[in-house]
């Protein structure tokens, strides 16, 4: 019944090694968006995309990069990690077509060494 | 982007008993979406209550209900008969009819106490 999956659940990664992120959704959604939250913070919109129409937030650091190659699909590609970039990463779904809500993933928990 | 401030970040309540958490935003658009969701410990956000700025009437889900003052830009999530598995990160949410992003508060922990 899972319907937005984020593999893997943790990911250690070494600093400055690249690392992605993949998210995966069973509803058809239209609409995919990556989070970054950090401990007692509030998520943080890192980009989403529309289709495939990419829409990237402002301050969202050029070492964040996201792909989707199908409907179902999002990656988050980390570039080269730094320790500020440990964080709880969540993917989100929605469907622009029915009003508002947000499917989340159970996130994917990051560490850098 | 909208801002959202949840400036309450943790609160406590009997079990039983009746809390509120409070929720504030600040934008220039008259039609938009509000949320309230829950993050449990190490576990998925799932949706509590979802408010359409249009509709006057505030929204209700079995025991939790919205106090949603448009004019006053201010949206609160009342529990009611407040049980254990209630314990979580609220989180108070924006999002404009017009876009796609939806745009969090920092969060309420809340502490049920047996």
């Known amino acids: 019944d899972a319907m937005v999956i984020q593999n893997p659940r943790y990911q250690v990664t070494q600093f400055g090694k690249p690392v992605t992120l993949s998210c995966s959704q069973t509803l058809n959604h239209n609409v995919m968006y990556w989070y970054q939250q950090k401990s007692s913070q509030a998520p943080k919109l890192l980009f989403h995309?529309?289709?495939?129409?990419?829409?990237n937030e402002a301050d969202t650091p050029d070492n964040f990069q996201s792909r989707r190659p199908n409907t179902s699909f999002c990656f988050l590609d980390i570039r080269s990690p730094g320790l500020g970039d440990a964080a709880m990463y969540l993917c989100?779904?929605?469907?622009?077509?029915?009003?508002?809500?947000?499917?989340f993933g159970q996130g994917t928990r990051l560490t850098v060494v | 982007a909208q801002t959202v401030t949840q400036s309450q970040p943790e609160m406590s309540v009997q079990e039983a008993e009746t809390v509120t958490l409070s929720c504030t935003y600040d934008t220039s658009e008259s039609d938009y979406y509000l949320f309230w969701y829950k993050q449990p410990p190490s576990r998925q956000m799932i949706l509590v209550i979802r408010?359409?700025?249009?509709?006057?009437q505030n929204a209700t889900e079995n025991r939790f209900s919205v106090n949603f003052q448009k004019a006053a830009k201010s949206f609160s999530l009342k529990i009611s008969d407040s049980q254990l598995g209630d314990a979580a990160m609220y989180f108070c949410?924006?999002?404009?009819?017009?876009?796609?992003?939806?745009?969090f508060g920092t969060g309420t922990s809340l502490t049920v106490i047996p």
């Open positions: 949410a924006y999002r404009s009819a017009k876009g796609n992003q939806f745009y």
């Open positions: 408010q359409e700025a249009y509709k006057q």
């Open positions: 995309y529309y289709d495939k129409d990419f829409n």
């Open positions: 989100a779904t929605s469907n622009l077509f029915l009003p508002g809500r947000a499917f």
